[in-house]
């Protein structure tokens, strides 16, 4: 069994969309928490 074939397997693919997944979440998180706020009170 090749590299190729371990790593086309759906649990690898479902590994990598949760970490997708989880990762725009943080960054949603992230701008709307510090950076909207942070451009908001800078304006002011």
Known sequence: MSLRETIDHD???TVAGTGLGYGIVLL???VALFVL???VFSLL
């Open 11 to 13: 649990s690898w693919r």
């Open 37 to 39: 706020p942070f451009l």
């Open 28 to 30: 949603v998180l992230f």
